[in-house]
């Protein structure tokens, strides 16, 4: 994890005689939060990554955990109990709903081609047109000369 930037977390607190205390991350907002240091995460991921923190980073440790009165045990392996599996079918689509949005976001992102690449494409010298082998020729015989230069 990023070092947190402590000192923009807090702020003084009038009620506490000016001492500092904790900010309150909603009204510090995702870009402030993130200035902090902090990543997005999932309510799930941040669950698993206290549970982690407690058992001094050992996912071995998380899952032999006997605190069973914490109210993080039941959630300490990173997915959510509570919820009902998904089905095969509901998977199926949401496979294929991921497919069909990754195919849309890579067409969206398709790096525009380098200066370089287009070059390589191009011909070294004009080309004739309509038949003509120079501009001279080309405008002898009459043929727009625009794509030559
Ligand atoms: S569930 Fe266990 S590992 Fe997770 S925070 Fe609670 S005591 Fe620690």
């Not at 004009?126 to 009459?142: E, L, R």
Request: hydrophobic residues 40%.
């Amino acid at each position: 994890m990023t070092k947190i930037n402590r000192r923009s977390c807090l702020e003084p607190c009038a009620t506490e005689g000016g001492n500092l205390v904790g900010r309150d991350p909603r009204k510090m907002g995702s870009s402030g939060l993130m200035a902090a240091g902090f990543e997005p995460m999932t309510p799930m991921e941040v669950i698993r990554a206290k549970c982690l923190d407690c058992c001094a980073g050992s996912a071995q440790e998380v899952r032999y955990c006997v605190a069973v009165d914490c109210p993080l045990w039941p959630l300490r392996m990173g997915s959510n109990p509570w919820r009902a599996p998904v089905s095969e079918e509901r998977k199926g689509a949401l496979r294929a709903n991921g497919a069909k949005g990754l195919a849309a976001l890579a067409k969206a992102h398709r790096a525009p081609e380098s200066d370089a690449a287009t070059a390589s494409r191009l011909p070294d010298s004009p080309q004739p047109v309509n038949g003509a082998k120079t501009a001279a020729t080309a405008q002898a015989v009459g043929a727009p000369i625009h794509s030559m230069e």
